[in-house]
Antibody
Framework: QVQLVESGGGVVQPGGSLRLSCVASGISFNFYGMHWVRQAPAKGLEWVAFIQNDEGINYNTESVKGRFTISRDNSKNTLYLQMDSLSVEDTAVYFC????????????WGQGTLVTVSS | ETVMTQSPATLSVSPGERATLSCRASQSVDSSLAWYQQKPGQAPRLLIYGASTRATGIPARFSGGGSGTEFTLTISSLQSEDFAIYHCQQYNNWPLTFGGGTKVEIK
């Protein structure tokens, strides 16, 4: 059974940093590209970042470029999102999700971790 | 950026009835379109990819259609567990983008 478990969310002040983690089990993690997707309270979904299975390529949405960094440690079956210079607009539930072999969409999802940016 | 627009925002349907949801792209995404179902407090679940291919374990009452800029998700006979929010997502162009969602509620 595939499980993705996010952690690292919490309350942080504007300008602060957080690092999210997503631990995968039940899959060959090193075969999968991985994504972060977020959802602000009572809002729609927003794709944040993607990293290939071999860390070779990654993409970020424009609003997080230069502030968020996606990375992975295949030896630990773990995906990360380093979030710096946080603003209130980054307040959201952050989900990790596996990429599909049929193009960049999202097959397996974690339960999400809440990040609240507030003074 | 490819803007995805879903309509209607809310759809009121009686159990057993058919529901048709629409998703429009601001530019062609070919057939690179996925649909997700999301229930309150839960992560989204992949329903459809490639515009019309059901994901593993998805019941046959869910069907997707369209290509280019116009897409539909049809639920042929709504069951109680189908009342949820549905999101479309294009994956033909970076950045990946979602529609704003359609809430299917009980009439």
């Amino acid at each position: 059974q595939v499980q993705l478990v996010e952690s690292g969310g919490g309350v942080v002040q504007p300008g602060g940093s957080l690092r999210l983690s997503c631990v995968a089990s039940g899959i060959s993690f090193n075969f999968y590209g991985m994504h972060w997707v977020r959802q602000a309270p009572a809002k729609g979904l927003e794709w944040v970042a993607f990293i290939q299975n071999d860390e070779g390529i990654n993409y970020n949405t424009e609003s997080v470029k230069g502030r968020f960094t996606i990375s992975r440690d295949n030896s630990k079956n773990t995906l990360y999102l380093q979030m710096d210079s946080l603003s209130v607009e980054d307040t959201a539930v952050y989900f990790c999700a596996t990429n599909s072999g049929y193009g960049p969409h999202f097959v397996y999802w974690g339960q999400g971790t809440l990040v609240t940016v507030s003074s | 950026e490819t803007v995805m627009t879903q309509s209607p925002a809310t759809l009121s349907v009686s159990p057993g009835e058919r529901a048709t949801l629409s998703c429009r792209a601001s530019q062609s995404v070919d057939s690179s379109l996925a649909w997700y179902q999301q229930k309150p407090g839960q992560a989204p679940r992949l329903l459809i990819y490639g515009a019309s291919t059901r994901a593993t374990g998805i019941p046959a009452r869910f069907s997707g259609g369209g290509s280019g800029t116009e897409f539909t998700l049809t639920i042929s006979s709504l069951q109680s567990e189908d009342f949820a929010i549905y999101h479309c997502q294009q994956y033909n162009n970076w950045p990946l983008t979602f529609g704003g969602g359609t809430k299917v509620e009980i009439k």
